[in-house]
Structures are given as C-alpha cells and as structure tokens.
C-alpha cells in the first residue's frame, strides 16, 4: 500500500475534484493553491487564470467573499455566510451562493491558509422548481388517465349525432353552421383529451445520435414558411463543435417546434427569431465513476413582450395560457420531454424585452447510467 506524502496529496485532490461544491484552497498570502472543477463551472474561471495568484486579485468584485476569506486567515476561524450572497461570474451572469470559509493549520498548529466552499443555490432552486413541475405532471396524469374513457365515449356519440343531424338537414342549409359548431368543439375536446393521454402514456425514449444543429435546420426550415407574411426573420448562433447528442428524434422535434412556434406567436411582425446552441457553463451533470460532465444549450430568443415573474410560476401548470385558443397543455408536454431526457427548460427575460427559452440537455454520445444533475 502506497502510503507517501505524495500519493496522499494525490488522493486529497482527487476527493476534492469528485465534490460537487466548488472548493478553492489559499496559501497564508491569499494566493490560489487548489481550484476544483466545480469552481470552474461556478466562476466560470479557468485553473490557469486563478492558480497561483491572488485570490483577491481574480475576485475583485466580490466584497463579501473577500471580506470572510480575509477575516479566516487574519483571525484563523471559521465563518459562513448568513445570507445568499450573489456571485458574478466571467461571463456577467449571477448566481446565488452560500460561502463557508475554514483555516487549515499544519500539525504544529500553525495556519498555512484558508479553504473555501462555495454552495451554489440556483441549480437547488431551479431544480426544485422542476421538481415541482414533475409532481403536477403526475397529478395530470392519474386525471386524465381516469377521465378519458368517461369523456370519450359520450363524445362519440355527440359528434355522430351531430353528424346524422347534418345529413337531415340537408334542405336547411341555414342550420348547418350549428351542427358543423358542435362537430368542430368535439373534436377540439378529443384533440385535448389526447394531449392529456400523451401525458398520462408513459414512453420510454429511443435513443439514437442526433446532430442538435441539423434537427434546428430542418424545424426552422418548416416554421419559416408559416411566418412568411408576417416578415419574421430567424438568425442563426450555431457552435458547429457540439458533438452528436443522443435522445429520442421525434421527441426532441415535437419540443423544438413547440417552442419555436411559441416564439413566432410573441414575436411582433417584421422581428427576428434567434436560435442559439453551445455548451454550458452554468451546470453539469454527475455520474458515479466519473468527472462532472457539460450539458449542451439551445436556447431561442423571441422580441415579444416578455413573461411576467407571476406568469412564469404558472406557464407549466397544465391548462394555463395566455393565448386565445390555447389550451394551456403545450409547455407541460415540453417539460415532460426535456424530463425524460434528464435535463431542465427555463424561461428568462431578456433584458433589452422578449424571453430567452433555454433548454439543457446532457452531452453523452450512447446510452447512458440515470445521471444526477447538478
């Protein structure tokens, strides 16, 4: 058993690296000895721009943060934050952090430095709000699954008896328009009743290698026809390097084109559409036996008129809508299908006004363990 100093150094870094936190160590002079891959993800900083440098001198604008780091190694204890602190990363995006700073003595008891643990409570938050979404899905499913043969059936009868009566009234052609209205309502119910069954109906994804940038193509080659006349214009932000993802083809169509219609409906005439992939910075997704792993970003950006905070806590309870003739049933299906392939949707407003729909998706090329996403 290898038990020398360097092969335990080896194995504490390895400790570190495999925690989800972002753990940062410093020497006595505030200068960077250790920063874990979750750091990274959190800061958005490079090893190489922090390693073996100030740490004051890389977090200049996080007074907070500095403030504990520097009253540990001045006064050699441990403090935490009381309250959420927000961090700004490189990229000028805010996350909200809770921080706990400790010394590290040496054996004599003499302090070499400070550690850092920064616990990043944005991904706890959205992922709870997802969570809360997945336990509505449920409820839906259970009610449609009850409601659907006590609904359909008497249906039926009502759109054949409509229809019969049309062909009675064959001479009163002034009577038509009602029963063409009663067969036009039943078979909205119907389509609605089937959108609620495709919730209820569980499907295991196919699973194949999908190019994300080629599927985009074609969905926006479809959509571009049906704006044509309201002079939308759509605009392209591809990163060709994003390798082939795997999930379900028909699935993740369904997703994009409901969401790039959604899009089109806010978006004023004579506006543009953005569609916009990459790799995420923001959250990775774990599995046992291996380093945290990026997820892939589409996101769509429409000019509409933005989402309200109020509205966004309601656009994925099932039946709710701001459209006329909606049913309120499109973004749960959405929701569903970025769920079971383990990744999150979120809406964000976008500063100069219209919404950013950011889908994430995990970056794996074959079947693959249930990651935890983090």
């Given at each position: 058993?290898?038990?020398?100093?360097?092969?335990?150094?080896?194995?504490?870094?390895?400790?570190?690296?495999?925690?989800?936190?972002?753990?940062?160590?410093?020497?006595?002079?505030?200068?960077?000895?250790?920063?874990?891959?979750?750091?990274?993800?959190?800061?958005?900083?490079?090893?190489?721009?922090?390693?073996?440098?100030?740490?004051?001198?890389?977090?200049?604008?996080?007074?907070?943060?500095?403030?504990?780091?520097?009253?540990?190694?001045?006064?050699?204890?441990?403090?935490?934050?009381?309250?959420?602190?927000?961090?700004?990363?490189?990229?000028?995006?805010?996350?909200?952090?809770?921080i706990t700073v400790s010394p590290i003595f040496s054996a004599s008891d003499q302090q070499q430095?400070?550690?850092?643990?920064?616990?990043?409570?944005?991904?706890?938050?959205?992922?709870?709000?997802?969570?809360?979404?997945?336990?509505?899905?449920?409820?839906?499913?259970?009610?449609?699954?009850?409601?659907?043969?006590?609904?359909?059936?008497?249906?039926?009868?009502?759109?054949?008896?409509?229809?019969?009566?049309?062909?009675?009234?064959?001479?009163?052609?002034?009577?038509?328009?009602?029963?063409?209205?009663?067969?036009?309502?039943?078979?909205?119910?119907?389509?609605?009743?089937?959108?609620?069954?495709?919730?209820?109906?569980?499907?295991?994804?196919?699973?194949?290698?999908?190019?994300?940038?080629?599927?985009?193509?074609?969905?926006?080659?479809?959509?571009?026809?049906?704006?044509?006349?309201?002079?939308?214009?759509?605009?392209?932000?591809?990163?060709?390097?994003?390798?082939?993802?795997?999930?379900?083809?028909?699935?993740?169509?369904?997703?994009?084109?409901?969401?790039?219609?959604?899009?089109?409906?806010?978006?004023?005439?004579?506006?543009?559409?953005?569609?916009?992939?990459?790799i995420d910075t923001e959250y990775h997704i774990s599995l046992p036996g291996s380093r945290p792993?990026?997820?892939?970003?589409?996101?769509?950006?429409?000019?509409?008129?933005?989402?309200?905070?109020?509205?966004?806590?309601?656009?994925?309870?099932?039946?709710?809508?701001?459209?006329?003739?909606?049913?309120?049933?499109?973004?749960?299906?959405?929701?569903?299908?970025?769920?079971?392939?383990?990744?999150?949707?979120?809406?964000?407003?976008?500063?100069?006004?219209?919404?950013?729909?950011?889908?994430?998706?995990?970056?794996?090329?074959?079947?693959?363990?249930?990651?935890?996403?983090?």
């Amino acid at each position: 058993m290898n038990t020398s100093p360097q092969h335990f150094h080896q194995e504490y870094a390895l400790i570190l690296e495999s925690i989800d936190d972002a753990v940062i160590a410093i020497d006595q002079q505030g200068i960077v000895i250790f920063f874990n891959s979750a750091a990274h993800h959190l800061t958005g900083l490079a090893e190489k721009q922090t390693l073996y440098k100030s740490f004051f001198e890389c977090f200049p604008q996080q007074k907070t943060l500095c403030y504990l780091v520097s009253t540990t190694l001045d006064e050699g204890r441990s403090i935490s934050s009381h309250e959420t602190v927000i961090l700004k990363t490189s990229s000028r995006q805010q996350r909200q952090v809770s921080i706990t700073v400790s010394p590290i003595f040496s054996a004599s008891d003499q302090q070499q430095g400070a550690v850092i643990v920064l616990h990043d409570l944005t991904r706890v938050q959205s992922f709870e709000g997802a969570g809360r979404h997945a336990d509505q899905l449920t409820m839906i499913k259970t009610m449609a699954a009850g409601l659907a043969h006590e609904i359909k059936n008497p249906l039926g009868g009502i759109k054949g008896s409509a229809q019969l009566l049309q062909m009675e009234l064959e001479e009163n052609p002034e009577l038509h328009e009602y029963t063409q209205l009663i067969v036009r309502e039943a078979e909205r119910i119907n389509r609605i009743i089937e959108e609620l069954l495709d919730l209820s109906r569980p499907r295991k994804a196919q699973l194949e290698s999908i190019n994300i940038g080629q599927l985009l193509n074609k969905i926006v080659t479809l959509q571009k026809t049906t704006v044509l006349d309201r002079g939308i214009r759509f605009k392209w932000q591809l990163d060709p390097s994003i390798p082939d993802i795997s999930g379900d083809r028909d699935l993740l169509t369904s997703l994009f084109l409901n969401l790039i219609k959604n899009g089109c409906e806010a978006t004023p005439d004579q506006s543009e559409i953005l569609v916009q992939t990459g790799i995420d910075t923001e959250y990775h997704i774990s599995l046992p036996g291996s380093r945290p792993m990026s997820m892939v970003q589409i996101s769509i950006y429409d000019q509409g008129a933005g989402i309200s905070a109020s509205e966004r806590e309601k656009i994925f309870h099932p039946f709710y809508t701001t459209r006329t003739g909606g049913n309120g049933l499109g973004l749960p299906v959405c929701q569903k299908i970025v769920s079971d392939h383990e990744g999150l949707l979120q809406f964000i407003d976008r500063p100069e006004g219209g919404t950013q729909v950011k889908v994430l998706l995990p970056l794996f090329t074959q079947e693959r363990p249930k990651p935890q996403v983090s």
